[in-house]
C-alpha cells in the first residue's frame, strides 16, 4: 500500500488535517487583534471650550425681508469661531422680537424662522458633515436636546422646535446611514454607537445594515440552513459554483477512496 | 336534549362557514405558469368598499407583537391575504417613516419614492414623495402637504396622531405610466412581491397582488409584471414593492376560508415571526 493510501486511511487525520488548517487562520486572526486601534470616547468639554453663539441683529429685518423669506446671513454676526446653531433663547427672543413688530404676519416669521434654522444653517455647516466627525454630530445633537426641552416649555413656538428638531435628526440618522455604508467599521465603535442610540431614541432610526458575513453568522446561529443553502447557491456566479461542485466532488471521491481502502485492508486480514 | 345539541352545533358550523368566506365576485385568484415562472395574482375590486387593507407595523404599546394584534383583530373578519409590507432593519425597526395607528414608529425617511397610507376606512393612497404634494383628510377640508418642508413634516406628524393614521415607505416601482426603477437596481435574484393598484372601466379601483416565485432582480420582476398586468388592466396607477427578503411572510385565503397551499400563494416564513403585515380583508 502506498503511502499516501496508508496516511488518509489512519482515523487520526482528518483531525490532524483539520489542526492544522484552522491553526493558521486562528494565528492569523489574533494578528489582526493586536492591530485593531482602542476605542475612543467622547471628550469632558469645559464651559471654556463650549463656543459661544453668534450675534444676532433682528432689527435690520424689515416686512420686505418677512415676505422674502429670512436670511441667516443678514440677521447673524458671524465673527470667528462663533456658534452657528441659534440657542432655544436666541430663536424665543427673536421670535417674540419679530411677532411683536409684524402681529399679522405670524405664520411668514414662524416658517422663516424654521427655514433659517434648518436648510440655510445646513449650508453653513454641511462641509463639516461631508465625512464622519462624531463630535461634530454629537454637539448638533446637544442642541437639539435643548431644543426638544424648549418645546415643552415654550408653547408660543413649539412648532419652530419641533420642526427644527425633526429636519435635523431625520437629516442626522440619513448621514449616520450613508457613513456606515462607506465605512461599515465604523459601527463597532463606541461613538457610532452612541450617535445611532440617540437617534432611535428620538424615534429616527439609523437604518444599520448587515453584511453579507452578519446575515451569514445570524442565519447560521439561528440554523436557518435551508435558507443559508438557498441564498448562497442563487447569490453565487458561475464560477463560484463550479469550483463548489470541483471541491464538493473531490471531498466524495477521498471519503469514498477512504472507505474502500479500509474496506479492502479489513477483507485482506 | 341532543337535537338541540345537534341544531346548536349546526348552526355554529354554518356561521363559522359564513364568517369565514369572502365573495368571489369582488376577489379572484389566479396562477399562472409563463416560460416556468409561476405569477400568482390576486385581484381585488374596491366596488362597494368591501375589500379593505389593514397594516400593522409594530407592537402596540401593551407590548402585543404584530402577530398577536393580527390574531385578536382577525376574530370575526374574512381575510383575503396577508403579506409583509416595507422593509425592517437590523434593529427590527421598519426602514424609512413608519406610524403604525397614530403611534409613531420610525420618523426618519429613507431614501424610497413611495409614501403609503392606509386609512382607517380601509383604502390605500399612495404619494410620491419626490413630488411633494401629499393631500390628506383633516376634517372636512384637505391638507396639502410637501414632504421635503420640515414645518410640513411636523405638519404630517401631527396630523398622523391626531387621525389615527397607519404610514409606511416602500419603493415605487411605477407612477403615471413610468417604471421608476432602473435597471442599476436592486441586482439580488430573488422572489419578488408586488401591489398594484389600478382603476377599471367603471373607474373603481383595483388591487392586485401579485407574487413571483422565481428568482429575478427588482427590474426584472418589475417589467414582468407590468406586461403580465396588461391582462387585466390598462389602466394602472402605481405598483409598489412588498419585503421578501428577511420577512417574506405570505398567506392567502379561498373563499371559504381555507389556507391555499400551492407555492405561488405561501411566503417561506410563518405568519407567527412576521414583524409587519398587510392584510387584504373582505367586510
Same mark, same amino acid.
Given at each position: 500500500?502506498?503511502?499516501?493510501?496508508?496516511?488518509?486511511?489512519?482515523?487520526?487525520?482528518?483531525?490532524?488535517?483539520?489542526?492544522?488548517?484552522?491553526?493558521?487562520?486562528?494565528?492569523?486572526?489574533?494578528?489582526?487583534?493586536?492591530?485593531?486601534?482602542? +476605542?475612543? *470616547?467622547?471628550?469632558?468639554?469645559?464651559?471654556?471650550?463650549?463656543?459661544?453663539?453668534?450675534?444676532?441683529?433682528?432689527?435690520?429685518?424689515?416686512?420686505?425681508?418677512?415676505?422674502?423669506?429670512?436670511?441667516?446671513?443678514?440677521?447673524?454676526?458671524?465673527?470667528?469661531?462663533?456658534?452657528?446653531?441659534?440657542?432655544?433663547?436666541?430663536?424665543?427672543?427673536?421670535?417674540?422680537?419679530?411677532?411683536?413688530? *409684524?402681529?399679522?404676519?405670524?405664520?411668514?416669521?414662524?416658517?422663516?424662522?424654521?427655514?433659517?434654522?434648518?436648510?440655510?444653517?445646513?449650508?453653513?455647516?454641511?462641509?463639516?458633515?461631508?465625512?464622519?466627525?462624531? +463630535?461634530?454630530?454629537?454637539?448638533?445633537?446637544?442642541?437639539?436636546?435643548?431644543?426638544?426641552?424648549?418645546?415643552?416649555?415654550?408653547?408660543?413656538?413649539?412648532?419652530?422646535?419641533?420642526?427644527?428638531?425633526?429636519?435635523?435628526?431625520?437629516?442626522?440618522?440619513?448621514?449616520?446611514?450613508?457613513?456606515?455604508?462607506?465605512?461599515?467599521?465604523?459601527?463597532?465603535?463606541?461613538?457610532?454607537? *452612541?450617535?445611532?442610540?440617540?437617534?432611535?431614541?428620538?424615534?429616527?432610526?439609523?437604518?444599520?445594515?448587515?453584511?453579507?458575513?452578519?446575515?451569514?453568522?445570524?442565519?447560521?446561529?439561528?440554523?436557518?440552513?435551508?435558507?443559508?443553502?438557498?441564498?448562497?447557491?442563487?447569490?453565487?456566479?458561475?464560477?463560484?459554483?463550479?469550483?463548489?461542485?470541483?471541491?464538493?466532488?473531490?471531498?466524495?471521491?477521498?471519503?469514498?477512496?477512504?472507505?474502500?481502502?479500509?474496506?479492502?485492508?479489513?477483507?485482506?486480514? | 336534549?341532543?337535537?338541540?345539541?345537534?341544531?346548536?352545533?349546526?348552526?355554529?358550523?354554518?356561521?363559522?362557514?359564513?364568517?369565514?368566506?369572502?365573495?368571489?365576485?369582488?376577489?379572484?385568484?389566479?396562477?399562472?405558469?409563463?416560460?416556468?415562472?409561476?405569477? %400568482?395574482?390576486?385581484?381585488?375590486?374596491?366596488?362597494?368598499?368591501?375589500?379593505?387593507?389593514?397594516?400593522?407595523?409594530?407592537?402596540?404599546?401593551?407590548?402585543?407583537?404584530?402577530?398577536?394584534?393580527?390574531?385578536?383583530?382577525?376574530?370575526?373578519?374574512?381575510?383575503?391575504? %396577508?403579506?409583509?409590507?416595507?422593509?425592517?432593519?437590523?434593529?427590527?425597526?421598519?426602514?424609512?417613516?413608519?406610524?403604525?395607528?397614530?403611534?409613531?414608529?420610525?420618523?426618519?425617511?429613507?431614501?424610497?419614492?413611495?409614501?403609503? &397610507?392606509?386609512?382607517?376606512?380601509?383604502?390605500?393612497?399612495?404619494?410620491?414623495?419626490?413630488?411633494?404634494? &401629499?393631500?390628506?383628510?383633516?376634517?372636512?377640508?384637505?391638507?396639502?402637504?410637501?414632504?421635503?418642508?420640515?414645518?410640513?413634516?411636523?405638519?404630517?406628524?401631527?396630523?398622523?396622531?391626531?387621525?389615527?393614521?397607519?404610514?409606511?415607505?416602500?419603493?415605487?416601482?411605477?407612477?403615471?405610466?413610468?417604471?421608476?426603477?432602473?435597471?442599476?437596481?436592486?441586482?439580488? &435574484?430573488?422572489?419578488?412581491?408586488? &401591489?398594484?393598484?389600478?382603476?377599471?372601466?367603471?373607474?373603481?379601483?383595483?388591487?392586485?397582488?401579485?407574487?413571483?416565485?422565481?428568482?429575478?432582480?427588482?427590474?426584472?420582476?418589475?417589467?414582468?409584471?407590468?406586461?403580465?398586468?396588461?391582462?387585466?388592466?390598462?389602466?394602472?396607477?402605481?405598483?409598489?414593492?412588498?419585503?421578501?427578503?428577511?420577512?417574506?411572510?405570505?398567506?392567502?385565503?379561498? %373563499?371559504?376560508?381555507?389556507?391555499?397551499?400551492?407555492?405561488?400563494?405561501?411566503?417561506?416564513?410563518?405568519?407567527?415571526?412576521?414583524?409587519?403585515?398587510?392584510?387584504?380583508?373582505?367586510?
Amino acid at each position: 500500500m502506498s503511502k499516501g493510501v496508508e496516511f488518509f486511511s489512519r482515523p487520526f487525520t482528518p483531525f490532524i488535517l483539520g489542526m492544522l488548517f484552522m491553526g493558521l487562520p486562528t494565528l492569523l486572526f489574533l494578528l489582526w487583534l493586536l492591530n485593531v486601534p482602542p +476605542d475612543e *470616547y467622547f471628550p469632558a468639554l469645559n464651559e471654556q471650550d463650549i463656543p459661544s453663539s453668534c450675534k444676532l441683529i433682528p432689527e435690520t429685518i424689515n416686512a420686505d425681508d418677512l415676505e422674502q423669506g429670512l436670511w441667516l446671513n443678514k440677521i447673524l454676526v458671524q465673527t470667528k469661531g462663533c456658534n452657528v446653531f441659534l440657542t432655544e433663547w436666541q430663536i424665543k427672543e427673536l421670535s417674540n422680537t419679530l411677532v411683536n413688530n *409684524y402681529p399679522d404676519k405670524k405664520d411668514l416669521i414662524q416658517l422663516g424662522l424654521i427655514t433659517m434654522l434648518t436648510e440655510q444653517t445646513l449650508q453653513k455647516i454641511k462641509g463639516n458633515l461631508e465625512v464622519y466627525q462624531p +463630535d461634530d454630530i454629537k454637539g448638533i445633537l446637544d442642541w437639539l436636546s435643548t431644543l426638544n426641552n424648549a418645546a415643552k416649555l415654550d408653547p408660543d413656538n413649539e412648532i419652530i422646535y419641533l420642526s427644527v428638531t425633526d429636519y435635523w435628526f431625520n437629516y442626522l440618522s440619513g448621514k449616520l446611514t450613508e457613513y456606515q455604508k462607506i465605512n461599515p467599521d465604523i459601527r463597532y465603535y463606541f461613538k457610532f454607537r *452612541y450617535l445611532v442610540q440617540q437617534c432611535n431614541q428620538a424615534l429616527y432610526f439609523v437604518n444599520v445594515e448587515e453584511t453579507k458575513y452578519e446575515k451569514f453568522k445570524k442565519n447560521l446561529l439561528a440554523n436557518h440552513w435551508v435558507h443559508l443553502v438557498k441564498a448562497s447557491w442563487s447569490d453565487a456566479k458561475a464560477w463560484q459554483k463550479g469550483v463548489f461542485l470541483l471541491v464538493f466532488l473531490c471531498s466524495v471521491f477521498t471519503y469514498l477512496f477512504t472507505i474502500i481502502s479500509f474496506v479492502n485492508k479489513t477483507t485482506l486480514k | 336534549m341532543k337535537f338541540i345539541g345537534l341544531i346548536f352545533a349546526f348552526s355554529m358550523l354554518c356561521s363559522f362557514n359564513l364568517i369565514a368566506q369572502y365573495n368571489e365576485n369582488y376577489v379572484s385568484v389566479s396562477s399562472e405558469t409563463i416560460d416556468n415562472e409561476i405569477y %400568482s395574482v390576486i385581484e381585488m375590486t374596491r366596488k362597494d368598499e368591501r375589500v379593505k387593507v389593514k397594516y400593522f407595523a409594530d407592537k402596540d404599546l401593551a407590548g402585543r407583537s404584530v402577530y398577536q394584534r393580527y390574531l385578536t383583530w382577525s376574530k370575526n373578519k374574512s381575510i383575503i391575504a %396577508s403579506c409583509s409590507g416595507t422593509y425592517y432593519g437590523m434593529d427590527n425597526k421598519p426602514v424609512g417613516i413608519c406610524i403604525d395607528e397614530g403611534q409613531t414608529v420610525n420618523k426618519a425617511e429613507a431614501a424610497m419614492d413611495a409614501l403609503v &397610507l392606509v386609512y382607517r376606512t380601509g383604502g390605500i393612497v399612495v404619494t410620491d414623495l419626490k413630488e411633494g404634494n &401629499l393631500t390628506v383628510q383633516n376634517g372636512p377640508d384637505n391638507l396639502s402637504l410637501n414632504l421635503k418642508n420640515p414645518l410640513d413634516r411636523t405638519k404630517f406628524f401631527l396630523w398622523s396622531k391626531e387621525n389615527y393614521a397607519t404610514v409606511f415607505q416602500t419603493h415605487l416601482l411605477y407612477y403615471k405610466n413610468k417604471l421608476r426603477v432602473g435597471a442599476n437596481g436592486d441586482k439580488e &435574484l430573488r422572489e419578488r412581491r408586488f &401591489l398594484a393598484v389600478a382603476r377599471d372601466d367603471e373607474n373603481k379601483i383595483r388591487y392586485y397582488l401579485i407574487n413571483l416565485k422565481g428568482n429575478n432582480t427588482l427590474y426584472n420582476a418589475t417589467v414582468k409584471v407590468e406586461g403580465h398586468l396588461k391582462n387585466y388592466t390598462d389602466n394602472i396607477i402605481y405598483i409598489i414593492n412588498l419585503d421578501t427578503g428577511a420577512q417574506d411572510y405570505f398567506e392567502v385565503r379561498e %373563499s371559504k376560508g381555507q389556507m391555499m397551499n400551492e407555492p405561488g400563494f405561501k411566503g417561506n416564513k410563518p405568519l407567527n415571526v412576521s414583524k409587519n403585515l398587510l392584510v387584504f380583508y373582505f367586510e
